[in-house]
Structures are given as C-alpha cells and as structure tokens.
C-alpha cells in the first residue's frame, strides 16, 4: 500500500551508499588492545566509522580479520579474538584497504578449565530457550523435564538435568552419548528441533562440562554481577545494521565477554530486529526501538534511533519557552522531525481546562479568554484553574483510582473518609512526598487515619508492596514473586525484601474502631527456598540480621521520597506529564524496568529535577508542563511529524474519560445526571464510590479499582460506545428536554449564526468558521416546521463528532 | 485510499492495513489480504469452507460425569445419582437428563479426555477461553482480564467481517476473559449486553430513538459527515483511537441501517414454535439468538451461561435446574443447525472451564475439576456421533491421549481457516503465537 514515489524513495535510500550522509573522518578498531586471561577467554571487535557530523556507523561486518600468531589468539570472520596459549600478537584489522592493529595478550589459556553450573551450563539453557516460559521452564516442564523458569533456580536445574530420571540425562563416561546432547543435537527426536549443533562452541561447552564430571561448582566462584551492552546508542539508518557486545562483570570485578551468550530482544521488531549473537537491523520506517540484552538474570539496553531519512534544511527556529521544549527540540532535531505550529487560543483553553480540571470550559469562559487580549493569559488561566474545585476532585478521582477507594472492601463510610482525606491532601497541594509516606505509614484507628483504609482494601504483604511500588514508585515487582523477573533486574529477594516492610501488619477491631497494627518482625519467607527475606528496599543489599521490630515502613517510606530516589520523582513526573501529553515518556507510565527505557530520559531526568526542586508541589509540575510551547502545540500534524506518536512534535488525540465525558454531556445539554444513592448535583468527576452503577460509565471504561494498574481504565475505543452516544435514549432524552439548554437555545431570539456560534462555543470551545455557520444554519433553515429538532440534531453532531469527543 | 502518512512503524503498518482507511471499513482485512490467507490455508491442505463458531460456555463449570461421561460401575460416591441412557449412535451413552441431546448424538463428538491442570474460576476460564494458561500478574477480576486474545478475537482479527455484522459477539453479557488483549479495540467483541429471552429484548442502542425516524437518521448522518471536521483529516489519520472511532461509527451506520443485521438481532421474528423449542430461557434463547448471528454473518458468537458451579445439591440442581435447559438448547440448536443446512459451516463447542469433582461432596455437591472432563462438539467438520479418549474408571484423569485447551484451540481455529503458526506481539514486544503448542486433534474430523 505503499504510495509509488514513496516507494521510489525507499528504495533509493536502499541503493544509496552507507556513508552517504556525511564524509568519513576516521576509522576506530574498538577497544585497540585486549587481555585475555583464561581458557575460552573472547573478546569481540567493533569496527566503527566517525562521520564529520560525529555519527559512529558499524563497519564490523565489513573488516577482514586476521591474527599474526594463531598459537596464541584465533580471530573470527565476525571479528572474535579467541585465546589459545598464552603470550601476545597481533589481531589485522583491514577495511577500507587500511590496516589496523590490536595488540592481544593471553594468559592462562591452556588451564583446564573449571566449571560451574550457574556460569557455564545455565547460560547455555537460556541462550537456546530451552528454560522458556514456552519450553521446559513451564510449571509443569515439558515432556517430563523441568528447568526453572529464565534459570532461576541452579540448583534445582542442576538436580533436574544430573539427578532426575535415574541420572540418564548425562552419561561423564562418554559425554556425547548424553540424553542431553543427543536430544539438542538433533542426534535423537527432540520436540524442540536441533538447538546445539555437534561441534558448536556451546554444544563443546556443555560436553566438556560432563566430561569434567559434571560438576555444580563452588560457593566461592565469582558470580556475575552487571551485564553492560556497547554500544549503548546508535542512530541507524533504515535497514542499517548494529552489531552488539555484551560485557559481564564478575562480583571478582573481572569484565567478560558474553555476546554469545546473551539472550537479546527487540521491544519493536518492526522498528529493529536482533539476531542471536546480536547483531541488530533496523526496519524500513523511522522510530525508536529498546533491544534488551540479558545474560545470568542481568539486563542491559541498546537503543535504536532511526532518524526519518530527509533532513530538514534549515531546520525552524522554533522559541523556547522552559526546558521541556529545549530537551524535546534537541530530540526532535535528531529525528529529522519539525514540531507542529503553536494551537490556537480555543484549542489551547479547551485542551488546558479538560487537563487540569476534567470539565469543559462553558460559552461564557470560552468567549472571555478568547477575547481576552492579555498575552499573558494562558498562564494566568492555569493559575486560576488550578484553585478551582473541579481541580480537587478531578485529581482526587485519579488517585481514588490508584489508592483503590473501594465500598465493597470498606463500606461507604469509611470509602468515603478514605477518600475526603485523599481530596483534602489535593486540595491543600500536599507534597506529593508527604501524601506517599502518609500512605506508606499509615497507622492507628482508621476513624482516625483514613491512610490507613488502604490496607483495609489491600490486605496481603505481597500485594501492598507491589501496589505501592507501582502507584508510587511505578515498578511492578509482581513478577519477582515467583522468579527472577524476566525483563528486569529485580529477583526474589527484592520483591521478598519489599514484602517483608508490610508482614505483621493488620487491621484488627478496636472498639467500634478499626485500628492498623503492626506486629513481628519486618521478614518475609520466600515459600519456594524456605529462606527469610529481611525487609529491604529492591534493589539494595539484603540485610544479614533482623531489623529492630515495630514499625519499619516508617525507614521505607525515607527511602522511597529521599530526593535520589531513582523512581519516586520520574514516577511522580511520569505520571503527570502522561496526562498532559497523552503519552509518558516511560509508557505505560507504571511499568518501569530497564529494558523499558524512556523514549527522551534526558526529558524524564529534568522533570524528576524540577519536581525534587519545587519539593514535591504536584500544582509546580502542572504550572511548568503547561507553560512549554511543547504542551501548547497544535494537533495538527505536518509533512515531517504525521508519523511521530512518541516524540511530543504534535499535540496527541487523548482519550477522555468516562467521568469528565458524560459531565460533558450533561453539561452541553444543560441536563444533569441522577447518581443512585448519591445527592442531587453530583457530577460524575465527584463520585467518590467507582461501584455506583451507571451504563454509560461502564461503557466508557470505569476502572472498577481491582488494582493498581492505570490500564484498568479502559481507553480504547468501542462499538457499544460509538452506539450510545450516537443512538442511547438517555442520550437523546437529555437532547429534547423542554428544560434542556438546547431547547431553550432552539427558543431564543437573536438570530440563527448567533445560535450557531453557541452551539460551537458549548461544544468545541470555539466560534464556527463561517462555512460552519453557512452550514449549520442551512440545516435549521432548511427544517423550518422543526426548529427544535433541527438543533437537537446539530448538538447531536457536535457530540458524536471527533472533535468533542476527544482532548486534542 | 493509500496513503504512506499511517506507515510509520512496521506494528502500526500491520494495524492499520486491517484498521483500513477512508475506502476499506472491514474491521479486519483487506480483500486481497483475505484471498491470499485462504490461498494459503488451501495449500496446507486446510479446509477453505467458511466455518462460524458458536462458543457455549458453561460457566462455574459443568458436570460432565453427571453428562457426558457417567460411570456407572463406580462406587456409588463417585457415580452420583443419574444413569446412563443410549443414544441415536448405538454404544455411545450419556446422561439420562439430556434425553433430547441423546438424540441428537450422531451430530455431536465427545472429547472424553480433556484436561487441564487448573481447578480454579478466572484461570481456568482463561485458558479454556484463549489457549493460554495466564501467568504472574493476572487478575481474574476485571473485566477484560485477558493477556491473550480470546478464540473470537483471534478470529475476528485474522479472518475479519463477513457485511455488516460484528466478526465476533458475546451475549447475552461479556465473558471477563473474552477480550482482545494486544489484538486490540477491533479484534473486541461486540457485546450484546441483554436476555434474549426477555420479552422486551432489543441490543441496546442498536437502533435510534424512536423520535428519529429514518429520514432524520439519513439527515443526522449527512450532517455529521459534513461537520465533523476531523474525520477525514489529518488528526484522524495520524491519531489511531480517533481513526478507530471513525471506523467504529462507519460500522454503527452501516450495523444500524443494514436490513441483513436488523433481521438477525430481532428474535421477535423467529417463530414462536422454534423458540419454545429452544427453551424460553437466557440459555435457549441465546443459542437460538446465537444461530441467528452466524446466519447473519458473524463468524463466532461466544454464550456465556452462568450457574453451573455445583458445589451444593449438584444433582437436584442439574435435574430440575439446568439439565432441562441444556437439554433443550443445544439439542435444538443441533437440529435447527442441520434443518438449515448450517452444520457443515457451523462448529458447536459447549464447555466449562473445568468439570467437577467425581467424588460427590458432603453437601451432595461436586466441586472444580481440571484434571478430567469432557468437551462436546459438532458441526463445522468435525464427525458427530463420536466418542475421542476416555477417562479412568472414576472419571479423575483421562485415561489415554490426554488432551487440553490448546489442542482444543488448535483444533478450531483449523476448522475456521486461522493460520496457527501466525504470531502477533505483545505490548512488550513479544510475539506470541495464536496456539500454544497445540495438536490439531484429528480423531474429531
């Protein structure tokens, strides 16, 4: 479906030579030296062009190599130096008709070589998927043969593959006739294909270890530590090739190459795709992609960026009005992409007032900031919203949401004093820090602490810790449960160590109270090794002894809101400017992990500053997001950015939600809705209780506060909702009130393009264009004998627009 | 309408070829995308048959010892209270309580030697709902809950809309592992959210008010087509949730004044001697409003009917409760199926998501059962009057050729024509295929 001349295009990007953007400067070998100690010591060779404009381009594919003495050091076509004996040489590196030399020494090559479990055969399992979630690492294994899930747990794999079914698995007295390799060889039928051909370096590896006896290793070897992947950034051109290198660090602080090794995974196969061994090929379109690198339950990123492939020149001066824009302009810069124009005043108030207050500015709102001639106002607005009521409860709705106020688990008044405390801290702008800690902390008789219903609804450790981690900090640690979280670096131990802060704690009868206590000690049992996990923050080194009892979330809740906190503030950022923009810069805004990496981090680090800055003032963060020209552009894409979803060039199409939509209707149809139980008046952005049953708020994806993901609110769009606003009696009932604002609109005197122009200004914020006006006003012309019905069906229209139904 | 502007990834290209543009309004794919996938199923020696799927889904979990596998020579704690009876297939027997069903048998095979390892609700639906057993994380109480596509979403998303209708309903409300997961709001079901057997029964919201009489519809549409000034823009274009309402609104028009889809919902139009047949129940008048669906064009209609969690009084329920209503529903829906020459395009699955204990418990009830139960199913090609597996002498564990979700899973989706080996992504970016490993379970065809 590719238009002809894009077509062309794309293949003469293909055709055109890799360099072509900019002249060489100078070709690297990288690293120009290697030391190589032990035996099957490898290092990769990276081979990079610098472009004048200071672009790295991989030429590794391309060098020819070769190595002066082979006794010592053998080098792979693909660049690998293998130790072989030890002394030094040199490894060639010729590209291009220019030689370039590595020195390589080796030492202790021809050791025999000592092996472990965990270091050698594991990394073996998960490099060829045999312990995937699809494979053996499934609960119930596959075909009678259990790995743990990722290589969790070394011992019980060692067990499984050297122990179990009467030891037939391996045969020390002649390695190849193991089950193990004769099944991954291909030798004998394997339901999972040929994984390890004979011969290969890994298939080599796992028969030298049986025939060293299969040993399981000794407490004492090193473990590995971090994995880091190089490079870490590389903008590639379309189809452009990356190879990767993966180093380990040993907790010896020995650096080891593992590329061989790694597990690699692209978040955007389209964008980029990896192969085993990590080589990674861009796809044909512009974007960014994450490719994960994970060797020993260590995680790394390499990013992609594929700039669109026509430069901008010269590239607009656009102003500046805060930091956003300057980080955001930067990126966009980068990417070959032009922001849209600034949004007018009317696209402006509405986006603005839907964002902070999650109402709809009315006609008379409308038509005062747009006649307003202050230039000055858009800020001044802000400020104004900002101490408006709707402010308190459209925010005290969101955290309802995360905090899970919830009257089946509490009852309705105590939902209700659980949730007056959440909107006392919105209204007072407490520190985002503090209103964290008086959760985290909460204490006592609930008539008195109203915190302290959380854990009312939340009852479990497990499930407490989790939550809060992900409302506050925006890590999901669920995973760890069970295992090593896949696409992370937390394990058991921390999720465990996060549990352990909530053991003991209970809310117990008091009277005709309720009260939270806290009892035992902060340790929780990880039921699969039995071990105690003392209560620790992720991330942080498990303590050896018990904590002093009492209380302990109080040196929790110090951790969590100290000003570097690495998640705290970006959560509180995250969050607030994924309001504002549509998008988070970590998307979805509460699923953290390394191989999630922020689409503009130097962007997220900047917020994060600037909220640590202004103390934690959620309303600062407001004032500084909404003041950038970034926040203040149009919806309207251009030639360059039409494509851009995650860059900020053009203002985002956000849902809106179930809440503030059906205010919207009432309000433009000037017929307020009856809540069952709640008082006249009440607008759904104010309903305290998300159980209150109601169609259209179900339609429209009310969270029902089941947990703490922000995807409980649906956003998508659907059938049932398209069908309600354009077909639901309720819908048209509140169209043809006689007490309705659009009956009386019908009725008034004035003139039909000053009808219009209300219509507009209730609906869109906003005066018609006089094609508008020309066309509304023929259809109420038109249908004379009808008057009323003629505007009931332009309300009808301007609701099931778009244009209304979206914040733009 | 071909336009680069959407191609800007390659996961958004995927979408957006089956999203389609101004000129394509299927939900699902393009024509020649559509060809070319039978095309293919064709030379893998597929059936190219157009096959709709009614799912029944017996929610809470239906005794199927009490049904379709009774063990008459177990100890009378295993064996229950009900005898077996025969059948229209000369050795196969089932349950005295489904004497119509009986019957009928000679259109229906039993997998008798299903199982899976989950005995508990949310999970277990799930997996018997998707083919996917849900990992860490899973939270069966919202709704959707789903981390993999359901059956009809998969198969709304590969195989996409026959005219007017929805590829995939849910009646009469929305299982919560029903969803679409990554697939998306257009691979979601259209969920008819009433009982069909209620005598004021409409799909709510299908039709306008009564104030808006047709000529006011045409005019209402003609306006909003004129004035909404971002349909056909570049917002629309490059915004999907905003291409995605348009697309939904193009279908709700076309849903709303198509006389094929009118015809379908209205179940006031069937005869009244067919729908006492069917029972005058939610149950019988879903599978009834269910046939009407496929005939109609939908491609898989999923029936949630709930209450068959016996852990009390199992047999008294079963005898004077539910039986009778299944009875009459699926052996109606069976015949009716065949009378109309439907059964050959038509695949019946009617199960839990798990069976029941076979040792009766001390509230005469059965509680859940995963290890063991049985899978009934006809039409769409697969050999009626069958019986595939056994089960052990008590009915706890399949006794050959054990069988599970995501054969069962392989199985249908190679009746309807969907490419098992095809592989969508996860959020994460993980591709996923649409069978987990499943067998296409051959016995059946």
Not at chain 1, 577 to 587: K, N, P, Y
Not at chain 1, 781 to 786: A, L, Q, V, W
């Amino acid at each position: 479906m590719l238009t002809y001349r894009r077509r062309i295009a794309l293949l003469l990007i293909l055709l055109a030579p890799v360099a072509v953007s900019a002249q060489v400067v100078k070709t690297t070998v990288d690293p120009a030296s290697i030391s190589l100690r032990g035996p099957c010591a490898v290092y990769s060779l990276l081979v990079d062009d610098h472009a004048a404009d200071g672009r790295l381009v991989d030429r590794t594919r391309d060098a020819h190599f070769r190595s002066l003495d082979p006794k010592v050091a053998t080098v792979t076509p693909a660049g690998v130096v293998h130790a072989v004996g030890d002394g030094q040489t040199t490894v060639i590196v010729e590209i291009d008709g220019h030689d370039h030399n590595v020195a390589v020494s080796t030492v202790d090559a021809t050791t025999p070589r000592r092996f472990n479990f965990e270091n050698d055969v594991e990394p073996v399992l998960s490099r060829y998927g045999c312990n995937s979630a699809g494979c053996h690492g499934k609960a119930e294994g596959q075909n009678g043969f259990k790995l743990s899930v990722f290589g969790f747990d070394p011992s019980a794999d060692y067990a499984a593959l050297v122990k179990e079914a009467r030891g037939r698995r391996i045969f020390p007295a002649s390695p190849e006739y193991s089950l193990v390799l004769r099944k991954t060889s291909g030798h004998i039928a394997h339901g999972g294909g040929v994984r390890l051909p004979a011969g290969s370096d890994d298939y080599e590896t796992l028969r030298a270890w049986i025939a060293a006896g299969a040993p399981f290793g000794q407490p004492t070897d090193p473990k590995t530590t971090a994995v880091r992947v190089e490079p870490r950034e590389r903008l590639l051109t379309p189809r452009g090739k990356q190879q990767l290198r993966v180093i380990a660090r040993t907790s010896e602080g020995r650096e080891v190459d593992v590329t061989a090794l790694a597990k690699f995974q692209s978040n955007n196969d389209g964008l980029a795709s990896v192969q085993p061994g990590g080589l990674v090929t861009a796809g044909d379109a512009p974007g960014e992609a994450a490719v994960m690198a994970s060797f020993m339950n260590q995680v790394d990123v390499f990013r992609v960026v594929v700039p669109r492939a026509e430069h901008i020149d010269p590239y607009p001066v656009v102003p500046e009005n805060n930091f956003i824009d300057r980080l955001v302009l930067q990126k966009l810069r980068k990417l070959n992409i032009a922001p849209s124009d600034l949004a007018d005043d009317a696209e402006y108030l509405r986006r603005v007032t839907l964002d902070v207050i999650g109402t709809l500015p009315t006609p008379a709102e409308a038509r005062r900031f747009l006649d307003d001639r202050r230039p000055n106002k858009r800020a001044i607005l802000v400020d104004e919203l900002l101490e408006r009521p709707e402010y308190a409860d459209y925010w005290s709705l969101q955290w309802s949401d995360l905090l899970r106020v919830d009257r089946q688990a509490l009852g309705s008044k105590r939902a209700y004093a659980y949730y007056q405390w959440i909107r006392r801290s919105v209204v007072s702008n407490q520190p985002f820090d503090q209103f964290a800690r008086a959760v985290v902390t909460a204490e006592g008789p609930l008539g008195e602490d109203a915190a302290a219903d959380f854990y009312k609804v939340v009852t479990k450790p497990g499930d407490e810790a989790g939550t809060l981690s992900q409302v506050f900090l925006g890590v999901r640690i669920a995973c760890a449960e069970c295992h090593h979280h896949p696409f992370d670096r937390w394990s058991t131990a921390d999720y465990y160590g996060m549990t352990a802060y909530f053991s003991g704690i209970a809310v117990k009868p008091l009277g005709r109270d309720e009260t939270l206590c806290v009892e035992g000690i902060a340790a929780a049992k990880n039921p699969r090794t039995g071990e105690e996990v003392f209560a620790h923050p992720f991330g942080e080194p498990a303590p050896t002894t018990a904590p002093q009892t009492g209380d302990r979330r109080a040196a929790l809740a110090d951790w969590m809101t100290r000003p570097d906190n690495p998640y705290f503030a970006r959560n509180l950022a995250n969050r607030v400017w994924a309001r504002f923009l549509g998008r988070g810069l970590i998307e979805p805004v509460d699923d953290v992990r390394v191989t999630n990496p922020p689409s503009n981090p130097e962007l997220l680090d900047a917020l994060a500053h600037s909220v640590v800055e202004n103390k934690f003032d959620v309303k600062a963060l407001i004032r500084t997001i909404t003041a950038s020209r970034v926040y203040q552009l149009s919806s309207k894409p251009n030639a360059t950015n039409e494509c851009d979803e995650q860059n900020y060039s053009r203002a985002l199409f956000k849902r809106i939600e179930a809440e503030v939509l059906l205010d919207m209707v009432c309000q433009t149809t000037g017929v307020a809705e009856r809540f069952d139980g709640m008082p006249a008046g009440m607008r759904a952005i104010q309903l305290w209780d998300s159980k209150t049953s109601h169609y259209f708020l179900k339609v429209f994806g009310r969270p029902m506060r089941a947990s703490a993901c922000e995807c409980e609110r649906r956003r998508e769009p659907s059938s049932a909702q398209v069908l309600h606003l354009l077909n639901g009696p309720e819908i048209q009932a509140k169209l043809s009130r006689d007490a309705g604002y659009i009956a009386k609109l019908a009725k008034r005197e004035g003139g039909d393009e000053s009808l219009v122009e209300d219509l507009y200004l209730t609906f869109y914020s906003r005066r018609p264009t006089a094609e508008e006006t020309t066309t509304a006003v023929a259809y109420i012309r038109k249908e004379k004998d009808r008057r009323r019905e003629a505007v009931e069906d332009l309300a009808w229209t301007l609701m099931n627009s778009l244009e209304f139904g979206f914040n733009h | 309408m071909s336009r680069s502007a959407k191609f800007c990834d390659g996961l958004a290209r995927r979408d957006f070829l089956r999203l389609g543009t101004a000129s394509v309004f299927g939900l699902g794919l393009t024509l020649p995308e559509l060809l070319s996938r039978q095309a293919r199923a064709a030379e893998a020696g597929k059936p190219t048959k157009d096959v709709s799927l009614i799912f029944l889904f017996l929610h809470g979990g239906l005794s199927t010892i009490d049904t379709w596998d009774l063990k008459p020579d177990a100890p009378v704690e295993f064996r229950g209270d009900f005898r077996p009876i025969d059948t229209n297939v000369p050795g196969v027997r089932i349950g005295e309580h489904l004497p119509r069903v009986a019957r009928q048998m000679d259109k229906i095979a039993l997998l008798r030697s299903f199982r899976h390892h989950n005995s508990d609700h949310g999970a277990a639906d799930h997996y018997m709902l998707t083919g996917y057993f849900p990992t860490a994380g899973f939270n069966p109480t919202l709704s959707p809950n789903n981390q993999r596509p359901a059956h009809g979403a998969v198969v709304a998303r590969t195989l996409g809309a026959r005219g007017s209708v929805p590829p995939y309903v849910c009646l009469p409300k929305m299982h919560p592992s029903s969803g679409s997961a990554y697939l998306g709001p257009t691979a979601a079901p259209f969920v008819i959210d009433a009982d069909p057997s209620a005598p004021d029964f409409a799909v709510p919201d299908l039709a306008p008010p009564p104030v808006v009489d047709a000529t006011r519809l045409d005019a209402r549409k003609e306006l909003l087509v004129r004035m909404d000034r971002f349909q056909q823009s570049a917002e629309a274009r490059s915004n999907h949730n905003a291409a995605t309402v348009g697309v939904f609104q193009h279908k709700a028009f076309e849903l709303m004044t198509s006389p094929d889809a009118k015809k379908a919902f209205d179940i006031h139009a069937e005869a009244d001697g067919l729908r006492d047949e069917y029972g005058r129940n939610t149950l019988g008048q879903s599978c009834l409003m269910a046939r009407r669906l496929v005939q109609a064009g939908v491609r898989c209609v999923t029936v949630d009917h709930s209450n068959w969690d016996t852990h009390f009084g199992n047999f008294a329920t079963l005898k004077e409760q539910l039986l009778p209503k299944l009875d009459a529903a699926l052996s109606t829906l069976f015949r009716d199926l065949a009378d109309r020459g439907m059964l050959d395009t038509t695949l019946v699955i009617a199960t839990g998501e798990f069976g029941r204990t076979p040792r009766v418990n001390k509230d005469a009830g059965r509680d859940h059962w995963g290890p063991a139960f049985t899978v009934a199913l006809g039409g769409g090609g697969i050999k009626g009057g069958r019986v595939v597996g056994k089960s052990d002498a008590r009915a706890e564990k399949p006794a050959d050729d054990p069988c599970g979700p995501e054969d069962l899973a392989a199985t249908l989706y190679h009746l309807l024509g969907v490419d098992q080996e095809e592989e969508f992504y996860t959020p994460e970016g993980r591709p996923v295929k649409v069978v987990n490993n499943g067998r296409i379970l051959q016995a059946l065809l």
